[in-house]
Nanobody, 125 residues
Framework: QVQLEESGGGLVQAGDSLRLSCAGSGRTFGIYNLGWLRQAPGKEREFVAV????????RYSDSVKGRFTISRDNAKSTVYLQMNSLKPDDTAVYYC??????????????????WGQGTQVTVSS
């Protein structure tokens, strides 16, 4: 298994940027597909972005495509989410999640095996 810890959340204004980080420990980081998912109050957890084990492939939800960028550094056991042009609708708790078993990257929250505790991102209008 792997333990995950997110950081970098905060309160920003619409149009600002944030970079979230997720540090992993416990096993070789490169064996996991890594995703970012978010959950707003009263809503189900939804997919944001995912990156493959090697970092060669990425996928994004339509709502963040062109604004967010996911990346990883396996040597540092860290995955990042660069968030630009933030909108109030981006307000949510953002979770880092690891998928060990899938052969290809997936967007469904149920795909992921391990989760961090989340970091709050609040975007004011």
């Amino acid at each position: 298994q792997v333990q995950l810890e997110e950081s970098g959340g905060g309160l920003v204004q619409a149009g600002d940027s944030l970079r979230l980080s997720c540090a992993g420990s416990g096993r070789t980081f490169g064996i996991y597909n890594l995703g970012w998912l978010r959950q707003a109050p009263g809503k189900e957890r939804e997919f944001v972005a995912v990156i493959s084990r090697s970092g060669a492939s990425t996928r994004y939800s339509d709502s963040v495509k062109g604004r967010f960028t996911i990346s990883r550094d396996n040597a540092k056991s860290t995955v990042y989410l660069q968030m630009n042009s933030l909108k109030p609708d981006d307000t949510a708790v953002y979770y880092c999640a690891a998928d060990r078993t899938s052969l290809t990257i997936r967007t469904q929250a149920q795909t992921y095996d391990y989760w961090g505790q989340g970091t709050q991102v609040t975007v004011s209008s």
